[in-house]
């Protein structure tokens, strides 16, 4: 099968999911809340106009199904509600803190396929022997760290005793922000050439980045880990062996070559972390991006902002998946098969 | 006469004793990858003293909550913002109340929470993802669909807009977080059963007759779960993980229950002054997640053929 005809068949495949996400979140947000007026309204007492006028925003009188046809218009168009804290679109919202959360999730991204690829590289070629007993207390650490407290240990440590790292913000308050071009500090500070603010919008990063990657490298290590161990039993390792090949050459000219088509496909699962980790990691050091957004509007029980960030990560979810698909589509043709 | 009579009376028991010590048992192969995993690393120990200590701990927390005698809201003034010091282990927090009868009091809610929500993902998925995997076809379609649509979700978001949805509370956080956990259990039994079901002895119950219904609870099942077991022990660590996080948002347990999540959140604002009071509950939920991770590890291995030999 071509690659073209592949995609289309994922594309056809997506059609249902996002029409049961759609669904989910439309049962979440009208059919389950014990009183829809008084959640979206956010306020406990409000004035008969008030109720009038939510109920008639978001249609709540009509019958579910002619809710939920309203609801995916109202998705599609991009009307997501109105956030009863701020008084401001919640699509609107959610573009101002995008960029923030692009930009710490793909540092912590890189960092976690920093830290995690040569993990399990190492664990499986000491697989079974002493020094993997550490790297799997180190893994099981990552994993068994609740958000804050990564977060809250990092901030004790780097910002208040040793003082070497910003605890909190984008960049420090007496900075400008470099001009807006992509929304990412550290992008656009590079791309404007402004030095000062690259380097104070880097050290702002370095902690929340590494906190969030610090929760996620464990699923890179672990499948890095079993694919490698996988690879090395394979006809063709052992044909390089037996051919006298230098055992580090095997390691990673033939195995880890192969091994690492596989580590794409959890690339999607890591992101999915990231993005449920900056909700507690933005909260902690107060950057300003979905997460924070997120948190922020969970504490002050902000419903329609709720519910838009809900719809935002399942769909960067989604859309994750389908790109990393097409990406193994492409290392790997076999798959195009299936 | 006595002497043969008393060989006779001897013979057996020594025979059935000797039968015993030669039979291979499941306790002593078990027994003998935890001392393995013990000598190589010490902590693997402490894991399992750890969890069944805090698993009985809770039990009776839970059964007699007389017999812990204390009363986690007390307030102390005089005490406020005390460090850790042998009046006080876990030092007091800014109403001079004891951190430790804090941890103590809440620590019981998280295992309680976990182990119901474990269960009940684990029966859920048990049930759907055998019937998925042994029926195929059509229902397979329908069940795998539908799991694939909560995949797609961001587990913690999704109970969360669930959890603020129905308020917060325990009762809704229990909700929330059953109704996102239960897919991948699903997912894992499907699997399973697929592995199973091209075994033999599935063949030969089909051959003889057994009826479809029969052939799931008698044979899939049984064979379906030893494998999940040791996932769902590693997993009351995520469970305790994502209500500690609805909890620190103010999901959790509400006054006058102690949630340890909500301890974290309310001194995250003393973090400079009294750094104790963040973060050792963070300390002890990492610690609870830690042994329950390790005590999976064990379980796995015990139950994988592969370490037997």
Do not use: C
Request: aromatic share 10%; charged share 10%.
């Amino acid at each position: 099968m071509g690659f073209l005809a592949f995609i289309i068949r994922r594309l056809f495949l997506l059609v249902p999911i996002l029409l049961g996400v759609t669904l989910l979140t439309f049962v979440v947000s009208h059919v389950i809340v014990p009183n829809p007026v008084l959640v979206w309204v956010g306020t406990r007492h409000p004035s008969p106009q008030q109720v009038a006028a939510i109920t008639a925003q978001y249609h709540l009188d009509d019958p579910l199904y002619t809710q939920y046809a309203y609801y995916l218009v109202d998705l599609v168009t991009g009307n997501w509600g109105t956030s009863p804290v701020t008084n401001q679109p919640v699509l609107k919202l959610i573009g101002t803190y995008f960029p923030a959360t692009f930009e710490l999730t793909i540092a912590a991204l890189l960092i976690s396929v920093a830290i995690g690829i040569p993990l399990g590289v190492l664990s499986a070629v000491w697989n079974g022997k002493k020094l993997d007993y550490p790297i799997r207390l180190l893994y099981l650490s990552g994993v068994g760290s609740p958000p804050f407290l990564l977060a809250l240990v990092f901030q004790l440590v780097f910002s208040y005793y040793l003082r070497i790292l910003p605890s909190s913000g984008r960049l420090s308050p007496t900075l400008l922000p470099p001009t807006h071009i992509t929304g990412m500090y550290t992008v656009d500070s590079l791309l404007t050439g402004n030095w000062v603010d690259l380097v104070d919008s880097v050290r702002h990063l370095i902690l929340p980045a590494t906190a969030l990657a610090l929760l996620t490298f464990a699923i890179i290590t672990r499948i890095t880990r079993s694919s490698m161990l996988e690879t090395m039993n394979k006809d063709f390792v052992r044909t390089a062996r037996s051919k006298g090949l230098p055992k580090r050459s095997v390691t990673f000219r033939h195995v880890l070559r192969n091994a690492l088509s596989s580590t794409v496909t959890v690339i999607g699962l890591a992101v999915q972390f990231l993005l449920t980790g900056t909700v507690v990691i933005e909260y902690i050091f107060f950057w300003p991006g979905i997460g924070l957004y997120a948190a922020q509007s969970i504490l002050a029980l902000d419903f329609p902002s709720i519910m838009g960030v809900t719809v935002l990560f399942t769909l960067i979810v989604v859309l994750t998946n389908l790109v990393t698909d097409f990406a193994y589509g492409v290392i790997d043709p076999t798959v195009r098969l299936q | 006469m006595q002497e043969e009579e008393q060989e006779q009376k001897k013979n057996p028991k020594t025979e059935a004793k000797e039968a015993r010590s030669y039979k291979p048992s499941v306790f002593r192969e078990s027994g003998r990858i935890l001392y393995s995993h013990v000598r190589r690393n010490p902590f693997y120990l402490l894991a399992v003293g750890f969890v069944i200590a805090y698993l009985v701990y809770s039990a009776l927390a839970a059964l007699f909550p007389q017999i812990t005698g204390f009363d986690p809201n007390a307030l102390n003034l005089n005490v406020a913002l005390h460090p850790p010091s042998l009046a006080y282990p876990f030092g007091t927090d800014n109403l001079g109340r004891n951190l430790l009868n804090r941890v103590m009091a809440g620590a019981p809610i998280d295992a309680a929470i976990a182990l119901i929500i474990v269960s009940f993902s684990f029966l859920f998925g048990a049930l759907t993802g055998s019937i998925a995997g042994y029926y195929g076809g059509l229902v397979d379609e329908i069940i795998m669909r539908i799991t694939d649509i909560f995949l797609a979700f961001p587990g913690i978001i999704l109970a969360l807009a669930i959890a603020a949805a129905l308020g917060p509370g325990l009762l809704n956080a229990v909700l929330a977080l059953s109704v996102v956990w239960w897919p991948i259990y699903t997912r894992l039994a499907r699997g399973e059963t697929l592995s199973v079901n091209s075994n033999q002895f599935i063949l030969a119950a089909r051959a003889s007759g057994l009826p479809r219904s029969k052939i799931v609870t008698r044979h899939i099942i049984p064979n379906v779960i030893a494998p999940m077991i040791a996932y769902a022990t590693t997993d009351v660590g995520n469970v305790i993980i994502l209500f500690s996080v609805l909890g620190y948002l103010g999901l959790g347990a509400q006054p006058p229950l102690v949630d340890v999540g909500r301890l974290v959140y309310d001194g995250q604002n003393f973090i400079q002054s009294a750094p104790w009071y963040p973060i050792i509950p963070g300390i002890v939920i990492f610690v609870i997640v830690i042994s329950f991770a390790l005590v999976g590890d064990l379980i796995r291995d015990m139950l994988d053929p592969h370490w037997r030999i």
